[in-house]
């Protein structure tokens, strides 16, 4: 396991949370929550029909011992759901589908985590990405002073090499985490949005790895030397970021070479304390973001964990429908960190 994942894994089980699962009839889940509750990552708990839930596990060969069920048949857990519906939503959704939402594993997951129930819920393994967001906004909402949900990437490298060499000298192994963001949820963010991302992923980037987040917004230009309203939202959305948070290293327009490549960043932003040292990369649309870290990750052997919602008020995330078992628990894993933390109320 990489260093950065482990130590993120002892502050979980330093401070287990009240974790949520919505989806009985994947293994995957099942099993992940099984080792979750195991390994004393979470206390875990699998929100729908406890029957179903028992039977994927034996159908996956799982002993869910240390997972608990909640019966999402339950007329009070119904009757909850609809109620925090209505608080929410009002009139706005037709009788039969506040109903059908009532019954809803994944509504009744979030309607906990609002009333303090649990910590966080992870879904998506099954659902849509669609699904996970539109329970947690209209359940959880939106953090004091957030406009927009957004989301991160933990990419874990193995080795520095292709960026520059690290703390240890050329040809010295170490690991590499950089923080992307957004790359699965704005198509495309305005300034204001983009500045909120940086905010937002900078905080996590500093809880998760505990290092001194340096932002890059990127672009295809570094500090003019191209001229395009793309290039001038990036410029807007990186003075934005500054006057939000003057406690941050952030910088823009930069190029991805300058941001991550010290003598590329020597030359293009001679007086940037982030060219050359970006640890936490901000994409200026969801076309670069999530063509990246797909890049990184297959072409450059990255582990990417993710994506990890940010800017509600509760900590809540989504699942890519390919996940593996491993997937759900480092998922899992740190949104109980993120749930569990003080600086997981963002400051922006």
Known sequence: ???????????????????????????????????????????????????????????????????????????????????????????????????????????????????????????????????????????????????SVSSFFLMVLPGAGRFGTGAGGPGTPTERVLTFADCAVLPDPTAEQLAEIACLAADRHRLLTQEVPHVAMLSFSTRGSSAHPHVDKVRTATALARARRPDLHIDGELQADAALVPDVGQRKAADSVVAGHANVLVFPNLDAGNISYKLVQRLGGATAVGPMLQGLARQANDLSRGCSIDDVVEVGTIACVLAGEPAATPRV
């Open 1 to 147: 396991m990489s260093r950065t994942l482990d130590r993120i894994r002892k502050l979980a089980t330093a401070q287990p949370r009240r974790l949520l699962l919505a989806e009985a009839g994947d293994p995957r889940i099942v099993g992940a929550g099984a080792r979750l509750a195991r390994e004393g990552v979470a206390r875990v708990t699998l929100v729908g029909d406890p029957d179903e839930g028992r039977a994927t596990a034996r159908r996956a060969d799982v002993t869910p011992g240390g997972v608990d069920f909640r019966d999402s048949r339950d007329g009070a857990l119904i009757a909850r759901t609809r109620a925090a519906l209505t608080a929410s939503r009002g009139s706005k959704l037709s009788a039969s589908d506040l109903e059908r939402h009532a019954a809803d594993p994944l509504f009744q997951a979030a309607m906990l985590v609002r009333e303090g129930e649990a910590d966080t819920f992870v879904a998506g393994a099954v659902r849509t990405t669609a699904d996970v967001l539109r329970a947690a906004l209209w359940l959880i909402g939106l953090a004091p002073g957030v406009k």
